[in-house]
Nanobody
């Protein structure tokens, strides 16, 4: 049974920071095929930061340079460090894992349909 549990969301002012955690069970983060997605009200869920099979981090253009994904193999936990947050970053943030190998084309992040396991999400709200 694969479980992903996000935590760390909250409300911050523009320019602030948050660190999200995703505790993973039944799936090793060393497989690499994990990532963070977000969904704003009325919009599609989109990839934010994704690890490919080789462990390379890939980011949406809108967050590049501000967000960083990382993992702790011993804790089997995935992280998303978010700095310089903007109101446009507001949304529900989810971590996800893919059962099969993953390949990420630079500039084109995988869609949510490529992932098999999802957490319930944690809300991030950024005020101006």
């Amino acid at each position: 049974q694969v479980r992903l549990v996000e935590s760390g969301g909250g409300s911050v002012e523009a320019g602030g920071s948050l660190r999200l955690s995703c505790k993973v069970s039944g799936y090793s983060v060393r497989k690499n095929c994990l990532g963070w997605f977000r969904q704003a009200p009325g919009k599609q869920r989109e990839g934010v930061g994704i690890f490919d099979s080789g462990g390379k981090a890939n980011y949406a253009t809108s967050v590049k340079g501000r967000f960083t994904i990382s993992r702790d193999n011993a804790k089997n936990t995935l992280y998303l460090q978010m700095n310089s947050l903007q109101p446009e970053d507001t949304g529900m943030y989810y971590c996800a894992a893919r059962r099969a190998a993953c390949t990420v084309v630079p500039g084109f992040l995988p869609l949510e349909g490529a992932y098999n396991y999802w957490g319930h999400g944690t809300q991030v709200t950024v005020s101006s």
